[in-house]
């Protein structure tokens, strides 16, 4: 798997990690979720240290951004899409920005890599720059901020095949063959891409709503995006939630299929951000906007329909995502095979500026933090509209639109409803993280 990651790196550098590899299945799963390196794109070294990012004089006028280089993270998921294309077709330079994109091994890596300033800003999951602003689930405590939503709706659950035809999108099903496993001592494994972040909150919500407590009635793992098809074809795993394409990717190997997608769980929920430190943001504000204007541009050119076969050849590179531009593309346009004889449209697919897609809304971080409360993951209530505020900038993003002259669609505070039918109001917040039959909730 990691072989495939890093096709650059040399034999003995490969011989020197997997060295250092802790042997047995907890152990491989631990050091399959830390990933073994970043690389960055342009340049040979694949797994070779990464230099820090520096911080280059821009435009010190008062006019320009504060710095022009920029190095930008991205994991290998088709939501790095309006990062890449920024890039790609020149909105970056259009805005002075010279970005060097750096791909990164794992969630985890990413996160560090920002934490120490190896990298200004980075694609990352909803909830990581929370947790790292609080300092939860073994993230250092490092103030981060996103100005920008990248991405709604894209991901899915898969399935092993041997659940094909007797789970699909219903929760419950599932949960007789999690009591079998669980009452045999060999509970059921279901894996997500880091602890804190969308994939782990989709797939414990989804499995919480048929009855099955995800601490408790299965093992919850972490793994790398591009490393689940691998880890669900060697049978080390029974489900997992990731985005595009492995999804499709499992379908292609024969392998798994799609039980549900996230879009069906939560119509255009809150997917991907792009994150930078708060000092860093507070520091450059100019560089900041300059980015979010060559994302925005950027946007715009992803949800029209004809540059999709464009972007799935850009994103199948090896330097991106790596993976078949005709797996990547037929979700990208809504074309939905679940594998299992279902197949669907869907109009609410990935998105990427449409229905004020872009905006981080702070509603959004709100929903995040009753989930952390409903699982333990905090004790006692957390500061909800303080720790939203101080992440979901929209305060930055709104600036950025503004100097472009773009009107977009503003604040949304409004209630929304998922699809277990219960309704989150961001108002209600501890009552909604409280109300849940199946939970983790820790008070003390």
């Not at 800003?121 to 909830?127: D, E, N, V």
């Not at 994939?199 to 490393?227: E, K």
């Not at 595009?244 to 799609?258: F, S």
């Amino acid at each position: 798997m990691w072989e495939a990651q890093c096709p650059a790196m040399s034999e003995s550098k490969k011989s020197k990690v997997a060295a250092k590899a802790p042997l047995g299945r907890r152990g491989f799963l631990k050091w399959s979720a830390a990933g073994v390196g970043a690389a960055v794109l342009g340049t040979a070294g694949c797994g070779g240290d990464e230099p820090a990012a520096s911080p280059a004089q821009g435009n010190v006028s008062g006019t320009g951004p504060e710095i022009s280089e920029v190095r930008l993270g991205m994991i290998a998921l088709t939501d790095c899409a309006p990062i890449v294309v920024a890039q790609e077709r020149g909105f970056f330079r259009r805005h002075g920005i010279n970005a060097t994109i750096v791909k990164g091994a794992s969630w985890a890596a990413i996160r560090d890599s920002l934490s120490n300033g190896s990298i200004h800003g980075t694609h990352m999951l909803l909830g990581m720059p929370i947790a790292s602003t609080m300092g939860l689930l073994g993230s250092p405590r490092v103030p981060m901020v996103a100005p920008w939503l990248l991405s709604r709706n894209g991901q899915a659950i898969t399935l092993a095949h041997r659940f094909k035809g007797r789970v699909a999108a219903d929760p419950a099903a599932m949960l007789p063959f999690v009591q079998e496993a669980k009452a045999a001592n060999s509970p059921l494994t279901f894996a997500m891409t880091f602890p804190p972040g969308t994939h782990a909150m989709w797939m414990r919500y989804w499995l919480a709503a048929g009855g099955i407590h995800p601490d408790r009635d299965v093992a919850l793992v972490t793994i790398p995006p591009p490393q689940m098809v691998a880890n669900m074809r060697v049978d080390r795993m029974h489900g997992f939630c990731v985005g595009e394409p492995w999804n499709a990717r499992a379908i292609a190997d024969g392998i798994g299929y799609t039980a549900t997608t996230t879009q069906e769980m939560w119509r255009d929920h809150p997917e991907k951000v792009l994150a930078f430190r708060e000092d860093f943001a507070a520091q450059n504000p100019r560089t900041v906007k300059a980015m979010l204007k060559a994302l925005h541009e950027a946007s715009l050119w992803l949800d029209q329909p004809a540059n999709l076969p464009e972007l799935a050849s850009i994103l199948s590179r090896t330097t991106y995502v790596n993976c078949a531009p005709e797996i990547i593309l037929p979700r990208l346009q809504g074309h939905y095979d679940y594998g299992d004889g279902r197949v669907s449209e869907h109009t609410h697919a990935m998105t990427f500026q449409a229905r004020n897609a872009n905006r981080p809304q702070e509603k959004y971080a709100v929903w995040w933090l009753t989930q952390f409360r409903r699982w333990g993951m905090v004790t006692g209530t957390p500061d909800y509209a303080g720790v939203a505020r101080k992440v979901m900038r929209g305060d930055l993003y709104d600036g950025a639109m503004s100097e472009l002259g773009y009107a977009h669609g503003g604040v949304n505070d409004e209630p929304e409803t998922l699809f277990d039918g219960r309704t989150f109001d961001p108002a209600q917040a501890e009552a909604y993280a409280t109300s849940f039959t199946t939970h983790g909730v820790r008070n003390s």
